[in-house]
């Protein structure tokens, strides 16, 4: 009897210090370090099946006429002047910033190391509109021989607005963020108004006098592309390329379509 | 003995207990080790977290502590690193043959010193003692004898043996001169090392420095400290305790990481691999650092703003306070801010300079004065003005009554005075009269200065609805039954709530109202014209308050009336007035007679029928009226014409023909109106309107000014009771299900939040099944308010609790924290935010419009106010805001900005609410006040002409676009007059504006980099006009002197010189007819 109370007595004992000690769990390891950029591996772009798609830029319509701008306010602005928001030559739309907004993947690229420049000369910009890649150098340039400041307004990215003195040292700036497309203007000279496309991919353009455009090395892929206008917004279209393609697309803007502020 | 005779059944024998012992020491064994461990485990739950928290925030830090070596690592690969550390390396190569010099000099010195002090050290001790021993001798002679002792033991000769083995004789004199020289000696070298040790450690805090200001985390050798401290932690109780506030919070003993130095993540405190635990989230640090450092928690604790029971640790239910008998349960994370308003109730809006923490409460705080729920519930701190001013009206007559006392004292004294026994006495006595006469001089002027503060106080009562005694001249008549059927159904957006009222009521109110208005006639106001209208509406600043359109189409700012269809309910002749002078009102109210007083009453007393601040006495019985309507709304000074053309076309804004409301006959029924009178009453309508008979009504709803600790039985769920602590939804229309913050219920809600956001979201729910006559229903109205209203609204009820804490810990700052505070106030009741930014980052109304998307139109915004107070003399500050004009005649303008067609309106402030919305723009940028203006040195010849040639430069063109006073070039200018500089700018704001102006105001037109530094200096970055050859000062500072020293005269003279065409010729401009926007 008495062994057996003792026997019981231990079990219990026993069981006890089983329940109480037996739970140690392994120390945890620890997620923390992994970082989470590197979700997917950069995919690299073969030169070998790259392809082309190029179009041109249409108006529809009766094209407003250039109207000449009295730049009398400032006499050291030299030359002849003339609106440039719709400029249409035989049909076809200057201007147009064309790029590929959508379809690019996991595909990562680099920021040229060459500045693109941006020139104000008879208090006019040339270009008119800029495209540049996000994180690239835009090389700022006073040819005239009178004050400029330059001020984009920009959604999304920073904005800033510098004096830029006679003929003076070029500005550097960058943006940082995509944005289509970025108004840029002088204060001083109200008239004095271009536009920027800041893009993540080095895969835009914009139209000339002759509506073309052409965006060259493409992997083979479905892309969304825009033509975006200042003034008549932002159209798409859906394109396919298979490897080694060219492949045409054209935009039409009509007359009566924005002004209200496009997208 | 006899043979003993067993029992068949001895017990003692065949019958055994043991099983039941066995069952009973086993249970007690049980029990005891349940006890033991409950006592060491289970009531100290905490103990697990601790342990947990070792291993998961220990093995963190191990991976932190490699990614911080590896960024060390990385950083001191930098050039700029290798270059500092190499000048460290340099500086130390450099010092070293030096130092050895002088540590091997204090090594002999050093040994040298100490052979001399061993000597000396042991002769002094015996001098100082024979001193004594003369200085205690009572005679004479003995003190002889002993001074004989002292000065023939200084003149014995010591050996000193040096350590080169050298051994020298001194006499005591000698020793001393010798240990002092040797002293000094030391010292000097140890300075000399000090010296060139300076630059090397100098280059080494250089190199130490960089690597920690460019490692992003810490460094590893914190990491390691911190490894040390988890590694070593033993399981106890963490604990703040403040004694004097009775705080005493032991969240810290789960909520181990709440403090770490590093940011904690529940992803990464979770098993690698799993999703984040109940561990994982207990552990995370703090989610806002900021917060934390204004509110150390070593005095704040963790209760006073979370609530949970700080003091349990037996579980977490128990900590969270989660359970029946603990009255203030943690705040749901949604309503966290909630704990803010237990000390700054006070304050109107709450806000820190990074990130969006009191966004939350201070949006709730605005709602419930925005919408006028202040209008039937008290709420201490809300619509003061009415309180205010009964306060003043009460000391008022508290003083004239001392007067009066005075007076009889007064007269008393004379007498006494006038019979004194002694002229003593009697002078003495008239002395005490005449003091008493002094004093009423005195009390005289108190009087005149709360009569004063009263009238302020009856400028700055305003009431969220519009007055009603307007009805009639204002509204068709037929419109008004539809309105109250229910307001939303005509303006959605509305802060009129939906009263319920069936078509009895409706009939009654708006009898009531119609017949109880004034039928005063307006004089006929001319016609305008509908385009121009538009285009005034959308850019003269109508819209920084109102908005047009509905739905997507709409724009503008949401603090007054959408007007879609205001061209339905209001009669053109009042719109006219109302736009040119809102304050206007038809007949001013005598608070004293309680009447309005019309023109009758002024032609009795032979008085012109005028009424404005000048004239705002009643012709009855002189006392102060009520002159103005109670509306927050401002006048713009417009034209006639203008008015004209933004009523025409408002009148355009219809949906349908005001004529095609149905006819309402019944509003003309007199018998309707009693019945009308009670309902009126019964809503509590004058909370929000002014309505004739109701003038003094009280408010008829709960104070809701510690609504939040209200027991929780005392919340009336009536019927719903059963179903809230099933966690069961009651509301069953999926639209208003849409209104609860959290949508509908999923758990028991029978709580203070479930009570607020169900009543929020639909007022009568706790009606629902109950039986009651008209008259005892809930009354309050549906304020159709969407889900973040009501989770702002709520989060504040529930933070609206009476606090055990000291009064210390009310947020009521006695300094420039208190302007801003009361700022605040007054900010939002105008709504100066729907035009202005006051922080970085704040959304205006005409940010929205569509016309000011353009970029050319975003100049056209009204200024940013960010550095205001650093910007402008308060003095100035003071006459712009009681004539944003700055003209008596021409009123018709901006008087800063005359190229921006939004014009700053003019709020006929008190004196009272200017006065502190200056100290508030000062406090905003921490100016001190009163201001002291800095005195600018005069330029001379020299300088002015040097200034002059600047000023005019094709490289700071200045003039091309600030105003100049004449009209052709003023059409396209886009900046102020610099003529108003000298009164308005604070010439170190200028300085810094001209240098940097995009981080002041950032996208203004300024443009930056118009100076570059040179040295210690400014100077022009463009070309320099060449006087300034050999001038070494700074460029700005002699520019910002000739701006504040410009007179009207130099500045035509300068501006005729600069060549500026004519500017009539068509410019292309924004400002100008053609607005770029619709090009």
Redesign the interface.
């Known amino acids: 009897?008495n062994k057996?109370?003792y026997v019981?007595?231990l079990l219990?004992?026993g069981l006890?210090f089983v329940a109480?000690c037996g739970k140690k769990?392994a120390?945890?390891?620890?997620?923390?370090?992994k970082p989470e950029a590197a979700a997917a591996p950069a995919a690299k772009i073969d030169p070998a099946t790259v392809a082309t798609v190029s179009g041109v830029a249409k108006f529809d319509g009766a094209a407003p006429k250039a109207q000449k701008?009295?730049m009398?306010?400032?006499?050291?602005c030299k030359g002849t002047n003339e609106t440039e928001?719709v400029v249409v030559d035989n049909g076809n739309l200057e201007n147009v910033f064309i790029y590929v907004k959508d379809g690019l993947g996991n595909y990562s690229f680099d920021v040229p190391k060459t500045p693109v420049k941006l020139d104000q000369q008879g208090c006019r910009y040339h270009p008119h509109v800029l495209g540049v890649m996000a994180g690239q150098t835009v090389q700022i340039l006073n040819s005239d021989?009178?004050?400029h400041?330059?001020?984009p307004?920009p959604k999304d990215n920073r904005?800033?607005?510098?004096?830029?003195?006679?003929k003076?040292a070029a500005?550097n700036k960058d943006f940082a963020r995509q944005e289509v497309l970025i108004?840029v203007?002088c204060?001083?000279h109200?008239?004095m108004?271009m536009y920027i496309g800041v893009v993540k991919n080095p895969f835009f353009a914009v139209t000339g006098k002759d509506g073309k455009y052409e965006l060259k090395g493409l992997p083979p892929g479905t892309y969304t592309i825009a033509a975006v206008h200042e003034k008549f917004g932002e159209q798409t279209q859906t394109v396919t390329v298979a490897a080694k393609d060219s492949k045409s697309q054209n935009f039409t803007f009509k007359a009566g379509a924005g002004?209200?502020?496009g997208q | 003995m006899a043979e003993q005779l067993t029992p068949d059944h001895d017990p003692i024998v065949t019958r055994s207990y043991a099983l039941y012992y066995l069952v009973a020491i086993l249970l007690l064994v049980v029990s005891l080790f349940w006890a033991l461990w409950d006592e060491a485990y289970g009531q100290r739950p905490w103990k697990k977290y601790q342990s947990v928290f070792q291993e998961r925030y220990g093995a963190f830090l191990k991976s932190a502590r490699s990614q911080s070596a590896q960024a060390e690592k990385e950083i001191q690969g930098d050039s700029e690193y290798r270059k500092l550390a190499d000048a460290a390396d340099a500086a130390e190569k450099q010092a070293a043959p030096a130092m050895k010099k002088i540590n091997e000099q204090l090594k002999e010195v050093s040994a040298r010193l100490l052979a001399v002090q061993n000597v000396f050290t042991d002769k002094r001790a015996w001098v100082n003692a024979k001193v004594y021993e003369i200085e205690t001798d009572d005679s004479e002679s003995g003190k002889k004898s002993k001074q004989r002792d002292l000065d023939k033991y200084k003149a014995q000769q010591f050996t000193v043996e040096f350590p080169d083995g050298s051994r020298k004789q001194f006499n005591f004199e000698q020793l001393e001169e010798e240990y002092t020289a040797l002293r000094e000696e030391k010292a000097r070298l140890n300075a000399d090392l000090g010296d060139l040790l300076k630059p090397v450690n100098e280059a080494k805090t250089k190199r130490d420095d960089y690597l920690k200001e460019h490692l992003v985390s810490l460094t590893p050798e914190q990491i390691a400290g911190l490894q040390k401290k988890t590694a070593d932690w033993d399981n106890k109780i963490v604990q703040i305790n403040v004694a004097s506030a009775n705080i005493v919070d032991r969240c810290e003993s789960c909520h181990m990481g709440i403090r770490e130095p590093v940011k904690l993540t529940p992803a990464s405190m979770a098993v690698k691999g799993a999703k984040p635990d109940e561990y994982a989230h207990a552990f995370v640090s703090h989610p806002d650092e900021e917060i934390l450092k204004i509110h150390d928690p070593d005095k704040f604790g963790c209760s006073p703003c979370h609530q949970g029971n700080g003091r349990a640790t037996t579980s977490v239910t128990k900590g969270h306070g989660d359970y029946e008998h603990w009255l203030w349960p943690l705040f749901a994370r949604q309503n966290t801010e909630s704990g803010c308003q237990t000390c700054h109730a006070a304050d109107m809006k709450l806000s820190l300079t990074t990130g969006n923490v009191g966004q939350v409460i201070s949006e709730g705080k605005f709602l419930f004065r925005q919408r006028g729920c202040n209008g039937c519930h008290r709420y201490e701190g809300y619509d003061r003005e009415p309180e205010d001013l009964l306060n003043v009206q009460q000391q008022i007559k508290q003083k004239e009554e001392e007067q009066q006392g005075n007076l009889r004292q007064a007269a008393m004294l004379t007498r006494q005075a006038d019979n004194a026994p002694d002229n003593a006495t009697a002078n003495r006595l008239y002395a005490e009269a005449e003091a008493l006469k002094v004093a009423n001089s005195r009390i005289a002027g108190q009087i005149e200065q709360l009569d004063f503060h009263s009238r302020d106080l009856l400028r700055d009562l305003k009431k969220i609805g519009p007055d009603l005694k307007e009805a009639r001249t204002k509204l068709n008549k037929n419109w008004i039954p539809v309105w109250l059927h229910k307001p939303t159904d005509f303006r959605p957006t509305t802060k009129m709530p939906n009263f319920r009222l069936n078509d009895e009521q409706i009939k009654a109110i708006s009898a009531y109202l119609w017949q109880m208005a004034l039928t005063d006639k307006l004089p006929a106001a001319p016609k305008g014209d509908t385009t121009r209208g538009k285009e005034l509406f959308e850019t003269r600043g109508c819209l920084g308050c109102h908005s047009i359109g509905e739905g997507s189409e709409m724009q503008g700012g949401d603090f007054a009336a959408n007007l879609t269809r205001v061209g339905e309910k209001v009669n053109y002749d009042y719109l006219f007035r109302w736009i040119k002078n809102p304050r206007v009102r038809t007949r001013p109210y005598c608070p004293y007679e309680k009447k309005d007083i019309g023109p009758e009453d002024y032609a009795k007393h032979n008085l012109p029928y005028q009424i404005d601040f000048e004239h705002s006495t009643c012709p009855n019985d002189g006392h102060e009226l009520q002159v103005e309507q109670m509306t927050v709304m401002p006048n713009l000074r417009l034209a006639d014409d203008e008015v004209a053309d933004i009523a025409t076309y408002l009148m355009t804004q219809r949906q349908k023909d005001p004529a095609s409301y149905p006819e309402a006959p019944f509003m003309d029924d007199p018998k309707l109106k009693a019945e009308g009178q009670k309902w009126v009453r019964h809503f509590g309508c004058a909370g929000c309107h002014e309505i004739a008979g109701f003038e003094d009504e009280g408010r008829i709803g709960t104070e809701l000014t510690v609504e939040g600790s209200k027991p929780l039985e005392r919340l009336d769920f009536a019927l719903q009771t059963k179903k809230a602590e099933e966690g069961k939804e009651v509301i069953t229309d999926k639209a208003i299900q849409a209104r609860l913050p959290e949508g509908p219920a999923k758990a028991d809600w029978y709580n203070h939040k479930g009570f607020f956001e169900h009543k929020l979201a639909m007022p009568n729910i706790y009606d629902q099944g109950m039986m009651k006559p008209e008259t005892e229903k809930l009354r309050m109205p549906d304020p159709h308010l969407n889900k973040d209203q009501i989770q702002e609204l709520v989060t504040f009820l529930l933070g609206s609790q009476e606090t055990s804490l000291p009064a210390s810990y009310q947020y009521k700052p006695e300094d420039w924290r208190r302007d801003v505070q009361e700022g605040w106030w007054i900010v939002r009741k105008y709504n100066c935010v729907g035009c202005h930014q006051f922080t970085p980052g704040q959304q205006t109304s005409w940010q929205n419009v569509r016309r000011f998307q353009d970029p050319d139109w975003k100049e056209q915004f009204p200024p940013k106010l960010l550095t205001e107070g650093a910007r402008v003399d308060p003095e100035w500050l003071m006459r712009f805001l009681a004539n944003p004009a700055l003209s008596q005649a021409d009123t018709h303008r901006n008087g800063v900005r005359p190229y921006l067609k939004i014009r700053m309106p003019t709020f006929f402030f008190s004196d009272t609410e200017r006065r502190k919305l200056v100290r508030f723009f000062q406090a905003l940028s921490q100016q001190p006040m009163p201001y002291t203006p800095e005195r600018l040195p005069v330029l001379t010849a020299k300088e002015t002409d040097m200034a002059r040639s600047l000023f005019t430069s094709t490289a700071a063109p200045c003039l091309k676009c600030h105003a100049t006073g004449d009209a052709a070039h003023d059409k396209i200018a886009t900046a102020p007059n610099f003529l108003m500089a000298k009164d308005r700018l604070k010439p170190g704001w200028t300085e810094r504006w001209i240098t940097d102006p995009q981080s002041i105001s950032p996208g203004t037109s300024m443009p930056s980099g118009l100076f570059r530094k040179d040295g210690d200096h400014y100077v022009f970055a463009g070309p320099t006009p060449s006087s300034f050859e050999g001038y070494d000062k700074d460029h700005r500072q002699l520019l910002v002197r000739y701006i504040f020293q410009l007179t009207p005269e130099e500045q035509r003279r300068v501006s005729s010189q600069a060549g500026r065409a004519p500017a009539g010729k068509k410019a292309r401009n924004p400002a100008g007819s053609t607005p770029a926007g619709v090009q």
Not at chain 1, 27 to 33: I, S
Not at chain 1, 72 to 76: K, N
Not at chain 1, 159 to 166: A, D, F, G, L, Y
């Open positions: 009897m057996k109370t019981a007595l219990v004992v006890m109480g769990e120390p945890p390891e620890q997620a923390t370090a701008i009295d009398s306010q400032d006499p050291a928001t021989n009178t004050t400041n330059i001020h307004s904005e800033w607005n510098e004096s830029q003195p006679p003076g500005l108004p203007k204060n001083q109200p008239w108004k002004g209200a502020g």
